[in-house]
DNA sequence: TAAGTCATGTAAAAAGTTACATGATTCT
DNA sequence: AGAATCATGTAACTTTTTACATGACTTA
């Protein structure tokens, strides 16, 4: 062991995002910014000026390789394939303990405060906000139809990739359904708050 | 209009969860810390490392400000009360439209490449993160009862802290329910594979 | 006597977003 | 003629995490 790389690079999630997709077929960076435009397992993004220093990285690891490809009438682009290592580090990363990270959401600060809002402006709020995540369940919905369409019981085959695209857009999919049901409900509290007429709006009795 | 304020400090998502707590009662830098170790409305943490640096911002924005505090025993605190100004801007923000920002998952990225995985280390890894989350989800509970208990019928009225509370326990319950659903799915998708005992493992026809 | 709580800060590192930079071709 | 797509990168900035720093008192 030449004790140089047992201190091995560490990937961040980003990486493995990446192996991810070159697990399935090579891709350029552009492609691989063009799909991370739209998160990965819907719950991934990154701008290309993140991912072109992550292949590079990737490629210093040797978890990647790159071949350039000329092209007449447009630019020459730089396609990259996952190798052996790059291919067993990700299939090891997988099933790695995965701790639960504290989620982090803007819209629970303020409903953390919605009791000194304004209620009409609160209520267009969760309005707007569960049409949002309805236009999202609906569009979710469509691809799983596509999906279940195109590739049938192979959604089933948990060694194939159709599987664990199909799993996570389950995940998508129950996401944003939850989240308008709960802005619906927000919704409505404010709304039987508003037509029953509390009493006096600045309020005591603090709690956590 | 002295034109040196309209281009007004910017403030974050932390200063404003430091407001929605201030708003309830005053606290220290200390008090704030300790409440953010675990996510305010179950969705947002900070450390301290964080927090004193925003509170100096808030206050030099005129939006808290601090008593010090003499005490013998322990070290002195500086206790930070909401201003007027701050209590205003809360106000303000709470029925902001609120992009939808999207949500980072490490797991859904894991997901993404379960096919590539070992059965057995991905049945293991998601069914452990269901009891986490089914311990979450119980903890949570519990947290609904004591608060019901003890605000009952409060919890309805929208104006009152309790209420605001009240509904963001109501997402984090609905989403650790959820969370612990989703995981309980692929553990047993996995577990139907492995039992079906499929054809072979590294595949082919590649999906998005 | 060692660890934990109370109490407040600064510094450095990591990760992610926005802006800068260039240039040919194709679509409206 | 202007905008969008293809294609790859760097630089600056913002936000969050981890580590450094200090010190008295209390509990096991």
Redesign the pocket.
């Known amino acids: 062991m030449s004790g140089e790389e047992d201190e091995a690079l560490?990937i961040?999630?980003?990486g493995y995002a990446l192996l991810g997709l070159l697990a399935r077929r090579p891709l350029?960076?552009?492609?691989l910014?063009?799909q991370m435009k739209e998160p990965i397992g819907y719950f991934w993004?990154?701008?290309?000026?993140?991912i072109?220093?992550e292949?590079?990285a990737l490629a210093a690891a040797g978890l990647v390789t790159h071949e350039v490809i000329q092209?007449r009438?447009?630019?020459?682009?730089?396609?990259f394939s996952i190798t052996e290592a790059g291919r067993a580090a990700l299939r090891r990363w997988v099933t790695e303990p995965a701790p639960i990270?504290?989620d982090?959401s803007d819209l629970m600060v303020k409903a953390f405060s919605v009791w000194l809002a304004d209620p009409e402006a609160a209520i267009a709020l969760y309005r707007g906000l569960e049409r949002e995540h309805l236009r999202r369940l609906a569009s979710y919905e469509e691809q799983r139809a596509a999906i279940e369409a195109r590739h049938g019981t192979d959604v089933w085959r948990v060694s194939g990739p159709a599987f664990a695209s199909y799993a996570t857009l389950r995940r998508g999919i129950q996401y944003e359904r939850e989240y308008a049901e709960w802005c619906g409900w927000m919704a409505e509290a404010l709304e039987r708050g508003r037509r029953g007429g509390e009493a006096d709006s600045q309020s005591e009795r603090p709690v956590n």
């Open positions: 560490r961040r999630t980003l350029s960076g552009y492609d910014a063009r993004h990154a701008h290309h000026s993140q072109y220093p292949l590079a092209q009438d447009r630019p020459d682009k730089k396609v990270p504290p982090r």
